[in-house]
DNA sequence: AATTCGTGGGA
DNA sequence: TTCCCAAGAAT
């Protein structure tokens, strides 16, 4: 187990990629904004929305002193924009609960919205130098083919796979910290979800997977349906509220009217979605807090 | 525990 | 073209 540790952390300083988060003077929130950024979303879109991000707001206060509307126009299109929202109301409440500093435990990370599990374990470890458990995909994966031959990790986290990520964390304190993220980064450019690149793999030699003869997955992954769904829906009303700068006429939503010739209404336009869903997507919106409802009609939440 | 929640690039 | 899936969280 300690050779593994010593070849994965050494490929690791030898092959890991530059990104800003990870400078020496990233300070606890430009960790944080990245990992809500991360979740779900490929580093590659992340980037540029984070660079804006940091550049406007440097600080969780710098953030929370203003309306949510802000934070969600300045997702832009990375998706998933309750996670915009969550991290709003984070800033809003390390301002108000922590002096304005990003908490450095597992538990008081966890307590803030939109940090579950992994995003506590990473934001103390890739920030503060803590030797957390981190699991993520990368790192389930990895292990899953490592340790327990298998090609994919379960459907879904498992407590065993917890337990055997903490089995196999070197004892060493910085040897653990840097594990972590060597791991992780191991997940992203090596032992991918599809081809992965065994010829380049550091421990290939002592992958049970290989060992296995590269056995194909015990199940098929359930493909994430898009076209027809209500978050197809929701994208294309919130991609409306995101690039206009009045309110929307509820009408507009919930009817193929002949809509103004403002390209802003294109993905509305493109839609082909029946009434009650539309319906249901907005109403969805407004229950979530995305979305409010103005004097003149529908507006982001401020 | 199983679902829901955006988006877009690559195979 | 269609399908896969990427540093998950909340319910």
Same mark, same amino acid.
């Given at each position: *187990?300690?050779?593994?540790?010593?070849?994965?952390?050494?490929?690791?300083? &030898?092959?890991?990629?530059?990104?800003?988060? !990870?400078?020496?003077?990233? %300070?606890?929130?430009?960790?944080? =904004?990245?990992?809500?950024?991360?979740? @779900?979303?490929?580093?590659?879109?992340?980037?540029?929305?984070?660079?804006?991000?940091? $550049?406007?707001?440097?600080?969780? @206060?710098?953030?929370?002193?203003?309306? =949510?509307?802000?934070?969600?126009? #300045?997702?832009? !299109?990375?998706?998933?924009?309750?996670?915009? *929202?969550?991290? /709003?109301? &984070?800033?809003?409440?390390?301002?108000?609960?922590?002096?304005?500093?990003?908490?450095?435990?597992?538990?008081?990370?966890?307590?803030?919205?939109?940090?579950?599990?992994?995003?506590?374990?990473?934001?103390?470890?890739?920030?503060?130098?803590?030797?957390?458990?981190?699991?993520?995909?990368?790192?389930?994966?990895?292990?899953?083919?490592?340790?327990?031959?298998?090609?994919?990790?379960?459907? %879904?986290?498992?407590?065993?796979?917890?337990? !055997?990520?903490?089995?196999?964390?070197?004892?060493?304190?910085?040897?653990?910290?840097?594990?972590?993220? %060597?791991?992780?980064?191991?997940?992203?450019?090596?032992?991918?979800?599809?081809?992965?690149?065994?010829?380049?793999?550091?421990?290939?030699?002592?992958? +049970?997977?290989?060992?296995?003869?590269?056995?194909?997955? /015990?199940?098929?992954?359930?493909? $994430?349906?898009? /076209?027809?769904?209500?978050?197809?829906?929701?994208? &294309?009303?919130? #991609?409306?509220? !995101?690039?206009?700068?009045?309110? =929307?006429?509820?009408?507009?939503?919930? +009817?193929?009217?002949?809509?103004?010739?403002?390209?802003?209404?294109?993905?509305?336009?493109?839609?082909? #979605?029946?009434? @009650? $869903?539309?319906?249901?997507?907005?109403?969805?919106?407004?229950?979530?807090?995305? #979305?409010? %409802?103005?004097?003149?009609?529908?507006?982001?939440?401020?």
């Amino acid at each position: *187990m300690h050779e593994i540790h010593e070849l994965i952390n050494h490929w690791y300083h &030898a092959n890991a990629r530059t990104l800003p988060w !990870r400078e020496p003077g990233a %300070s606890g929130w430009a960790v944080m =904004v990245s990992e809500f950024m991360l979740q @779900q979303t490929p580093v590659v879109r992340v980037l540029p929305v984070w660079e804006q991000w940091m $550049q406007r707001w440097p600080r969780p @206060q710098d953030l929370a002193a203003e309306p =949510v509307s802000e934070a969600i126009r #300045a997702w832009g !299109r990375l998706g998933y924009p309750r996670r915009a *929202m969550r991290l /709003h109301a &984070a800033a809003v409440e390390i301002t108000t609960e922590h002096n304005g500093m990003v908490p450095r435990t597992e538990e008081q990370l966890r307590a803030l919205p939109g940090v579950g599990d992994y995003t506590a374990a990473a934001i103390a470890c890739f920030a503060f130098d803590k030797p957390t458990v981190v699991v993520d995909t990368n790192i389930r994966r990895v292990q899953a083919r490592l340790f327990g031959g298998a090609a994919l990790p379960e459907p %879904s986290p498992r407590a065993s796979e917890f337990a !055997r990520a903490r089995q196999v964390q070197p004892e060493d304190h910085e040897a653990a910290v840097t594990w972590n993220i %060597s791991v992780m980064e191991l997940g992203a450019l090596v032992c991918t979800a599809r081809s992965p690149k065994c010829s380049q793999c550091p421990v290939f030699a002592h992958c +049970a997977w290989v060992a296995a003869g590269q056995p194909a997955p /015990h199940y098929t992954p359930k493909g $994430q349906a898009w /076209h027809g769904t209500d978050r197809q829906v929701r994208g &294309a009303i919130m #991609a409306v509220l !995101r690039a206009g700068e009045q309110a =929307v006429d509820p009408a507009v939503f919930l +009817a193929d009217l002949a809509m103004q010739q403002d390209p802003v209404f294109t993905p509305l336009q493109k839609l082909d #979605a029946p009434l @009650q $869903q539309r319906q249901r997507a907005l109403s969805g919106l407004l229950a979530d807090g995305l #979305a409010a %409802s103005g004097d003149e009609g529908i507006v982001l939440p401020s």
